[in-house]
């Protein structure tokens, strides 16, 4: 969507492919971006391709991005088909692929070059498939640093707010077993255990939340945490978090939230996961600890907390880092150059 909205800003003609019923869909056609749904049913992948192929044709689209492994698959045909000048495929987590003799078609055969967030995933693409430099990017996602920015409303939670109220800790994540509720949960129990009066916030939806409560329960810290669900407010909530926990424990790339809570000013504590360190990078604009380790996730909750002016230097350097590097006009500008050359156009 980020590039989409990007690109149309630029007076550029863009469209959609997505799942009816999609969030990604209803944005999308509100933002009066070109869409066609598709159900993506297996079953139906010969049809569809050649439906898709005849759409590509007929818009006359010179580039299609792919960013999953339905839809890498079933466009990646569809714009061989239709012999669409420029097929890129984007991937944004770190995962293991138990058949790479087959896989490797999805990054190689229907793709002209790959995009992937973190340069680790760019790593392991290149120890298991035949990608040279010039055949795989690594960018992460673009920020708007407009809309993530210190200076703004902070979002109603349900925690006290005021003078003398406890710190506000939280984390935003779809609610996905590897992004680390678990080690969140354990490491508020420590920080309950040690005497430290916090407010702890989950936000996100996803899986059925009750399942979160539920696991809150079974680590002890039920009435320690407040659940909101999803939120469209994303800059606000994080304007009202005095920390923000990023604790995954795989499939990593170089996650969103992070790169948006550092343009926002706020401080934030990650696991050494995936592409987190790249951009959360220990001591220069956060603080980093190993995967997993609930102890030194509540050690450097408190250390963010108990250091103020450490803190603000942190997060000061953070929005440096993003305005410098991770803008979406920064992101924008790449993806042009690089479409602009596969495409011949001269720069």
């Known amino acids: 969507m980020a590039e989409l909205a990007g690109f149309q800003n630029r007076d550029c003609s863009v469209g959609l492919v997505a799942h009816p019923k999609s969030q990604l869909l209803k944005r999308a056609a509100a ?8 159900g993506f049913d297996r079953r139906m992948l010969p049809i569809d391709a050649v439906r898709l192929a ?15 492994s339905r839809d890498g698959w079933l466009l990646g045909i569809a714009a061989r088909l239709a012999r669409t000048p420029l097929l890129i495929r984007t991937r944004h987590i770190d995962v293991s692929y138990p058949h790479p003799s087959v896989s490797k078609h999805a990054f190689t055969t229907f793709a002209d070059h790959v995009l992937t967030t973190s340069q680790k995933i760019t790593d392991h693409f290149q120890r298991i498939y035949p990608l040279t430099e010039g055949h795989i990017t690594t960018l992460p996602t673009g920020i708007d640093v407009n809309r993530f920015h210190p200076d703004g409303p902070r979002a109603e939670l349900p925690v006290r707010r005021g003078t003398g109220t406890p710190p506000v800790i939280g984390m935003v994540s779809v609610l996905r077993s590897w992004k680390g509720h678990s080690i969140f949960f354990d490491a508020i129990r420590l920080l309950k255990e040690s005497g430290n009066d916090f407010q702890f916030v989950v936000v996100g939806g996803g899986a059925p939340m009750e399942n979160y409560i539920a696991m809150a329960r079974r680590h002890g810290v039920e009435g320690l945490v407040q659940f909101t669900g999803h939120r469209e407010d994303v800059p606000d909530v994080l304007r009202a978090f005095d920390v923000l926990c990023i604790p995954s424990l795989k499939h990593e790339g170089v996650p969103q939230i992070g790169l948006q809570a550092m343009a926002c ?20 604009t956060g603080r980093i600890f190993p995967s997993g380790d609930a102890q030194a996730l509540a050690r450097l909750i408190a250390e963010t907390i108990d250091q103020p002016e450490e803190t603000q230097r942190l997060c000061r350097e953070g929005r440096l880092k993003v305005e410098e590097n991770h803008s979406l006009a920064h992101m924008i500008d790449q993806l042009d150059v690089l479409y602009l050359n596969h495409l011949g156009v001269p720069l």
Do not use: F, K, M, Y
């Open 31 to 38: 933002a009066n971006i070109c869409c066609r749904p598709c």
């Open 265 to 284: 000013g706020t401080a934030v504590v990650g696991s050494d996961c995936g592409g987190i360190p790249e951009v959360i990078r220990d001591g220069q």
């Open 54 to 68: 005849w759409w590509l044709r007929r818009e006359r689209i010179q580039i299609v991005n792919t960013h999953s």
